[in-house]
T-cell receptor, first 116, second 113 residues
Framework: DQQVKQNSPSLSVQEGRISILNCDYT??????FLWYKKYPAEGPTFLIS?????DKNEDGRFTVFLNKSAKHLSLHIVPSQPGDSAVYFC???????????????FGKGTHLIIQP | EAGVTQFPSHSVIEKGQTVTLRCDPI?????LYWYRRVMGKEIKFLLH????????ESGMPNNRFLAERTGGTYSTLKVQPAELEDSGVYFC???????????FGQGTRLTVV
């Protein structure tokens, strides 16, 4: 049973336009969300994160939005650049009041292709 | 500053053999994680060390997998005996604190034939 879902295996966007990657989750214990970017034959690279107490976090061209009631988050990249072509993973972590956090739970990833 | 490094980058072994993967976390990072991605599927958590102690090993598939982190520095993940379904990319990650982002190594691609 997948707790983090990325329903679009791939997404093609024209250079200069906005890329929107979506992610849905089911576990209400998740309170920290991250986006990782991955190039072939490399490990995932941290991109941006958001705590559940916020609904938006921005870092340069990257903005993550969190809608807790819908259990949905999205990553916006604007403007999209050729170097943004990669697989993007949504990940979530649960933090327990007794202390400690689980390891990250990942989605299957979305392959973003930026077309010139 | 060196990132998370993993060795080997690629390993091909026969079913029934033993393989040991190594991970060197970023210096000073107490938290070390192992993950695995089987082809076409999501990256799955295996276990978490805080220094030399296993904080959570709930993701370990079975007792053929043994992880150690002696001295709280580098970690090894041994698969003995390897089975075909163990094939995949094994990632190691580290972080200074539990509630911060983790930095990943490049992964070890394990192929069991």
């Amino acid at each position: 049973d997948q707790q983090v879902k990325q329903n679009s295996p791939s997404l093609s966007v024209q250079e200069g336009r906005i890329s929107i990657l979506n992610c849905d989750y089911t576990n209400s214990m998740f309170d920290y969300f991250l986006w990782y970017k991955k190039y072939p034959a490399e490990g995932p690279t941290f991109l941006i994160s958001i705590s559940s107490i916020k609904d938006k976090n921005e870092d340069g061209r990257f903005t993550v939005f969190l809608n807790k009631s819908a259990k949905h988050l999205s990553l916006h990249i604007v403007p999209s650049q050729p170097g943004d072509s990669a697989v993007y993973f949504c990940a979530a972590r649960a933090w327990y009041s007794g202390g400690g956090a689980d390891g990250l739970t990942f989605g299957k990833g979305t392959h973003l292709i930026i077309q010139p | 500053e060196a990132g998370v490094t993993q060795f080997p980058s690629h390993s091909v072994i026969e079913k029934g053999q033993t393989v040991t993967l190594r991970c060197d976390p970023i210096s000073g990072h107490d938290n070390l994680y192992w993950y695995r991605r089987v082809m076409g599927k999501e990256i799955k958590f295996l276990l978490h060390f805080v220094k030399e102690s296993k904080q959570d090993e709930s993701g370990m598939p079975n007792n053929r997998f043994l992880a150690e982190r002696t001295g709280g520095t580098y970690s090894t993940l041994k698969v003995q005996p390897a089975e075909l379904e163990d094939s995949g990319v094994y990632f190691c990650a580290s972080s200074p604190f539990e509630n911060t982002e983790a930095f990943f190594g490049q992964g070890t691609r394990l192929t069991v034939v």
